[in-house]
Every structure is written in structure tokens, then in C-alpha cells.
């Protein structure tokens, strides 16, 4: 079965005539562009939605709006884009700007103004064109680390403002110099069905290749033998002038015997679907062995639409004995091209079935649900990319643990949406219960990350959408804090940031807030850099002595706090 979807490239080339007739935008800089991450690169589960623009290895530099508009959104998050504009322009497109160090003037006017109202420090909210309207070139922020950044940068996209799905900035025509072509590392050979082979076994098999600049082919004495219904995918990345980093490609396309029969192409994507980046990629190489390769076959789950010219979902058949040409070609946005042709021995010799299938399946496309006297799963029929075999089994508690390790599948099988889990606490005591935490495991048991969980009914439940080990913790320790540029009776003449280390055991900080002569202060929290600070901009400068309270509380209720003075 061949389809092509059709609607989506006609609204590509629609798209992309608006674009470059009724677009103007200038640079979100005034410094040269050049990049860490691009448009569509393959990141954890999902594909980066935007451009990530380096600036220099500084915060601070102002940050510009690309056109006219009004600011329709703004919010602050201890994670993720960490403090964010948006602004919704007339032509149908709105611009987004995060990991501020802080907005410009009222904007952040505003968001004080919420903060302290609210008295929260993350919020996110939506405004109407009445609020606040820029003109193209106004500062609206300046540049930071904020959120989930591990760096200094701006993250800047381009949405569209009906859909909000992101499209990719350099439709726009923002000009970052490339003059590098893609490189190809290896090709994957997949069999797919229970019959079908590849060199004789039902098994995958990575073949490396070698090239230079535009050309590759498969290292020499690689010798291909398939039958059967078979995928193909590659490991490719991108370069740009100039820069260290790696990048994504902008599109993939396979062809056998001189036909396309998949494509792969990113001019936009959707945030429902970007997680199945996991489908799109053979996920146990990508996190077993940090090999991305891309598959050009779609699974059953794959709801991306990024794709188009794709004959049978991509997957081939090779039923007789033959000589099979097939071709990649690889490009980036710049037009930059690389090629690596390679032949398949198509033959007549397929494999005996005689594999049983296991005792528990889950089934895609519906809901799933297990259940033993130590856990209980339950899997939404979205969870799923395919048909995926279930394996539970047990190993018993150890260090911390409070009950037994429950080993669900393996760290390295996806999940697409949030599976339920729960644990059996029949065995604790209440008080104890209070306390619990899920934890998600490494392959060396060490924590992974902390689930957190509602216990109700002898039993915690969490939500969580990686396969895995899993336990229970129980945190009774109170989060951790230590001044870290504050001096307790210190003057202060000025308004700065004053830093504090804060760290907690397990469940994490869910609650942090200073109090200045008993007044609530906004307490900022940089959770990637385990430290929070507080500014003295709303405290009266009076040159005496200013009493400080700061209560942490963690995700789970254990409570610190913290007492000092200072003079301003």
C-alpha cells in the first residue's frame, strides 16, 4: 500500500509562499547567529522544537522581537523553558523566546506583579491583545540559563498561531552559514515479521560505513542477505560551519531500485505527537548504545507528520532471489547533500516459526492491565507503539529500598504515554506510608529519578512512562540549605541576588518561600542548579536590621527552615 500525504505538503508549499511573501522578521540578536541546537534534532523524547542560539557564553544580552505583535503569553517554570515570552503577530505566526535571565521593563512589571499576587514563583499566563503590544526591534528580555537549560542560550521558535505547532525557523529565511553536508555512520537492517531474515537470522543487524564530505558506503566485507518483510534505517547527523556541536537533519529519503519509498522531512512538527520520536528512532540503540538511528518504517504507533512518498509504511518485501539497489540521500536545510548506495541480497530462503509467544502480550491500541500481590500496571491504550511482551520479575529490597525492585521490561523498550503504577504497602506502617516515594532505577540500581506517587488504600501509585526498575523509598530527611554569597548580619547597599545552596534527599522541593520582616518575598529557585535566590528590590531600604525566614518543604512534607538577618 503506497500513501502520500498530500494535504500536508500542499499546506508546506502554501506555508512557505506566506512566509516568504508576508514575513519580515529580523534577528531575535543583534549578534551573529550561530547555533547549539537546530530544528527537529533528536533529543530525549522529543524532537527540539526550535533553535537553541548561542550567546557567547553569557546571560544578559538583550533579546529582540522579530515583528510587531502583542505578548500573549508569559510564564516562569523551575524547568523546561524556565522564564518565557510570546508574542502573537498579525500574520498568522507567533514567536517564542525562553531560558530568560529576565523580561525587559513592564514585562516584568507583569510578572512580578503575578508572582506577588499569587505569591508563587512558577506561574503561566495567558493575556489578550489589550495587555501588552510590541513593536518589532523592542527589547523584551534579556538572555539566560533558566529552566531546564544546561548552558547559556536562547531558545527561539516560530509557531503557528491557530495549530501552536512549531515550525522550522529557517523557513523564515534567518541566515546561520552551513556549507557542510551530513555524515552517515551506519546503516540498520531490521527484519519484520517472525519469518523474515537478515543474513539468515531473525535479528537487526548495524552495519558501519565510511566516506568523506558527500559520499558513503558500507565498510568493506559487509555483506547483506535478506528475505522477507524488511526496514531499513540510518544514523545520521549534521555540522554547521563554524560549530562544535552536532545537529539534525532536515530530511532523510530511501529509495530501492531508483524509487522513493519514504521521506522524512522536517518543516514542522506537533507537540501531541513529538514523543514519538521513540518510534521514529530504533530507541534500544539510541539509549543502550547512544546510536540514533532513524527508521524508515513506520510502527503501528508512529502518528508523526513528518513523513510523505512512504510505499507500505516502509516496510519492503524481498521474496525471490535478486540484487537489490538501494539509496539514502540525506539533507539539511541548506541544501547540503550526502549519499551512500548499497546493494541487498534479495533470496527465497525464509525462516521456520517456531518461536511461542509470550505468556503476557500487551496489545497496542488498547488498554492493558496487570497485577500481582507486589505491583499493579495499568497501561492506557495509549501507551503503546506496537504489540510489546511484558516481563515483571523481582529482586529483593536492598539499601533503602522498602519493597522489593520490580524489574518492568527493560530501561531500554519506550513507552509513549504514562502507564500507572502501583505498590503494594500493605507491609508498612501508616506513618511510614506518608513518607513513601516511587524511584525509578539505573542499570546500576542507583536512583534515577524520583516518581513521587499518592499513597491511598495501603498502596502508592505514580505515574510514569519508562520502562524500568522501580521501588520505594521512604524520606524522612528534610531538604537542605546553606547560604551561599548571603553573610547573616551583613549590610547590603544595593539590590543584588543573594544565593543560597538547597538540596533534598528524594522526593524533591515542592514548596520554597522567603519571608522578610514576615512580608513574603519572591524566592527564585534555579532546581538544575540546586540553588535558590531573592532580590531586595521590594524591601524598604531603611539601614536597619531586616529579619529573613526561608521555609523549604519537600514533595512528601518534611519541612526546613532557615532564620538569619541581614541590613540594608
Not at 509562499?17 to 547555533?35: E, G, K, Y
Not at 539566560?144 to 495549530?163: C, D, M, Q, V, Y
Not at 522513493?260 to 534500544?284: E, G, P, T
Not at 518461536?355 to 492493558?368: A, I, S
Request: hydrophobic share 35%; charged share 20%.
Amino acid at each position: 500500500m503506497k500513501f502520500i500525504i498530500a494535504t500536508f505538503f500542499y499546506l508546506i508549499v502554501c506555508f512557505t509562499a506566506v512566509s516568504q511573501s508576508t514575513t519580515n522578521f529580523r534577528s531575535p540578536m543583534d549578534i551573529p547567529l550561530q547555533l547549539s541546537g537546530n530544528f527537529g534534532e533528536l533529543r530525549p523524547g522529543h524532537f527540539h522544537a526550535g533553535l537553541d542560539i548561542r550567546t557567547q557564553g553569557k546571560v544578559g544580552l538583550p533579546i529582540y522581537a522579530i515583528d510587531s505583535g502583542y505578548v500573549s503569553r508569559i510564564a516562569v517554570s523551575e524547568g523546561g523553558y524556565g522564564k518565557v515570552i510570546y508574542i502573537t503577530h498579525p500574520n498568522g505566526f507567533t514567536s517564542v523566546y525562553a531560558h530568560l535571565r529576565k523580561f525587559y521593563g513592564s514585562f516584568q512589571g507583569l510578572a512580578r506583579d503575578i508572582q506577588y499576587g499569587q505569591q508563587v514563583f512558577q506561574f503561566d499566563s495567558s493575556l489578550t491583545e489589550t495587555n501588552l503590544t510590541v513593536d518589532k526591534g523592542d527589547i523584551i528580555g534579556y538572555s539566560g540559563n533558566t529552566g531546564g537549560s544546561a548552558g547559556p542560550h536562547l531558545h527561539f521558535e516560530i509557531r503557528n498561531t491557530k495549530t501552536e505547532h512549531p515550525i522550522n525557523p529557517l523557513l523564515f529565511g534567518f541566515e546561520i552559514k552551513d556549507n557542510i553536508a551530513p555524515k552517515i555512520y551506519a546503516i540498520g537492517i531490521y527484519p519484520l515479521s517472525t519469518t523474515s531474515n537478515v543474513n539468515g537470522k531473525n535479528e537487526k543487524r548495524i552495519l558501519k560505513t565510511v566516506g568523506n564530505g558527500k559520499q558513503f558506503e558500507l565498510e568493506a566485507g559487509q555483506y547483506i542477505s535478506v528475505n522477507g518483510k524488511i526496514g531499513f534505517g540510518i544514523y545520521t547527523r549534521d555540522k554547521f560551519t563554524g560549530s562544535p556541536f552536532n545537529f539534525g537533519i532536515y530530511s532523510i529519503e530511501l529509495f530501492k531500485e531508483n524509487q522513493l519509498v519514504y521521506k522524512h522531512q522536517l518543516d514542522s512538527l506537533d507537540f501531541d505527537h513529538s514523543r514519538c520520536i521513540n518510534a521514529h528512532m530504533d530507541f534500544h540503540e539510541a539509549t543502550k548504545k547512544r546510536r540514533k538511528i532513524q527508521r524508515s518504517y513506520l510502527l503501528p504507533g508512529n502518528k508523526l507528520n513528518t513523513y510523505s512518498d512512504v510505499i507500505n509504511n516502509g516496510e519492503l518485501f524481498f521474496l525471490k532471489d535478486d540484487t537489490v539497489a538501494m539509496k539514502y540521500i540525506i539533507r539539511d536545510y541548506n541544501g547540503n547533500s550526502s549519499v551512500i548506495n548499497f546493494k541487498v541480497m534479495s533470496n527465497s530462503n525464509s525462516l521456520s516459526y517456531s518461536q511461542t509467544e509470550p505468556l503476557t502480550m500487551l496489545r497496542y491500541g488498547k488498554e492493558n492491565q496487570y497485577k500481582d500481590s507486589t505491583v499493579s500496571i495499568n497501561f492506557p491504550a495509549t501507551c503503546l507503539y506496537q504489540n510489546t511482551p511484558l516481563n515483571i520479575s523481582y529482586a529483593p529490597a536492598i539499601g533503602r529500598c522498602a519493597t522489593p525492585i520490580a524489574h518492568i521490561n527493560s530501561l531500554f523498550d519506550p513507552l509513549n504515554d504514562y502507564m500507572d503504577l502501583g505498590f503494594n504497602l500493605s507491609h508498612l506502617p501508616l506513618e511510614d506510608q506518608k513518607k513513601a516515594v516511587v524511584v525509578s532505577l539505573n542499570e546500576k540500581m542507583q536512583v534515577l529519578a524520583a516518581e513521587g506517587g499518592k499513597v491511598e488504600s495501603n498502596q502508592i501509585t505514580c505515574k510514569t512512562r519508562s520502562f524500568g526498575p522501580y521501588t520505594v523509598f521512604i524520606d524522612q530527611n528534610p531538604p537542605k540549605i546553606s547560604a551561599k554569597n548571603f553573610i547573616p548580619g551583613a549590610t547590603y547597599q544595593s539590590s543584588k541576588r543573594l544565593y543560597f545552596r538547597c538540596s533534598d534527599d528524594i522526593s524533591g522541593l515542592g514548596r520554597y518561600e522567603a519571608f522578610i520582616n514576615g512580608k513574603w518575598t519572591l524566592v527564585e529557585y534555579e532546581k538544575n542548579r540546586k540553588q535558590l535566590f531573592f532580590e531586595l528590590d521590594k524591601v524598604e531600604k531603611s539601614n536597619s536590621i531586616h529579619t529573613l525566614k526561608i521555609v523549604l518543604s519537600d514533595k512528601v512534607g518534611n519541612t526546613r527552615e532557615y532564620e538569619s538577618s541581614f541590613i540594608y
